[in-house]
């Protein structure tokens, strides 16, 4: 039997090591929209027929939150080196959803002149109310590179396929009207 060298041991227990360390090419996964926290359980208003939101105006309204909500992950969510880190993301979303986030802007100046409301003050609460979720949810920049990676996904065509990290709409007493 032929001895090794301790010089050929050491390189063949390096190559052996070497092989077995090799990064292997993960599995990109699909991406998914199951990204969406639970809507808060607010009960509706007793008179929620005189103020419910039609399905045109929920749809205004949910795409303006999955922007506003979008924007906000892009600027909280920086890196161990303080940059942002979903600047890129977030370009591209506005890049493919331009024509439809115009759209929107006018489609949402209607809903709030029928509604009585203030358009600024509507996007500032989205917004405030999303910048207020990292305290209460570790998974917040986690779960907007998932809505990113499910908004920029080739398959999404339209905002309306995005849901938006949070479901503000209970909380900010935007219910649909009911059915019948």
Same mark, same amino acid.
């Given at each position: ?7 050929? @041991?050491?390189?063949?227990? #390096?190559?052996?090591? #070497? ?7 993960? /599995? %990109? ?8 926290? &639970?809507?808060?359980?607010? &009960?509706?208003?007793?008179?929620? =027929? ?11 309204? +949910?795409? =303006? ?7 906000? #992950?892009? @600027?909280?969510? %920086? #890196?161990?080196? $303080? ?8 370009a &591209?979303?506005?890049?493919?959803? *331009? ?11 209607? @809903?709030?002149? =029928?509604?009585?409301a ?6 500032? /609460?989205?917004a405030?109310?999303?910048?207020? +979720?990292? *305290? ?6 986690? +779960? ?9 996904? &080739?398959?999404?065509? *339209? ?9 503000? $709409? ?9 059915? $019948?």
């Amino acid at each position: 039997m032929n001895r090794l060298s301790p010089l050929s @041991l050491l390189a063949a227990c #390096g190559l052996a090591l #070497g092989a077995a360390c090799t990064p292997q090419q993960a /599995e %990109k996964k699909k991406p998914n929209n199951d990204y969406q926290v &639970a809507a808060a359980n607010v &009960a509706p208003p007793a008179n929620l =027929r005189s103020v419910c939101y039609n399905d045109a105006d929920l749809t205004a309204f +949910r795409v =303006r939150m999955v922007q506003q909500q979008l924007v906000v #992950g892009a @600027l909280q969510c %920086k #890196g161990p080196d $303080g940059k942002a880190f979903l600047d890129d993301e977030y370009a &591209a979303f506005v890049k493919k959803f *331009t024509p439809e986030l115009s759209s929107n802007a006018a489609e949402l100046k209607s @809903l709030v002149s =029928r509604k009585k409301a203030n358009l600024d003050v509507m996007v500032t /609460e989205i917004a405030n109310r999303t910048a207020q +979720r990292p *305290t209460q949810d570790p998974s917040f920049c986690s +779960r907007h590179q998932r809505a990113f990676d499910w908004a920029l996904f &080739a398959e999404v065509t *339209t905002l309306t396929q995005v849901p938006a990290p949070y479901d503000l $709409g209970p909380e900010m007493r935007v219910f649909p009207c009911p059915k $019948g």
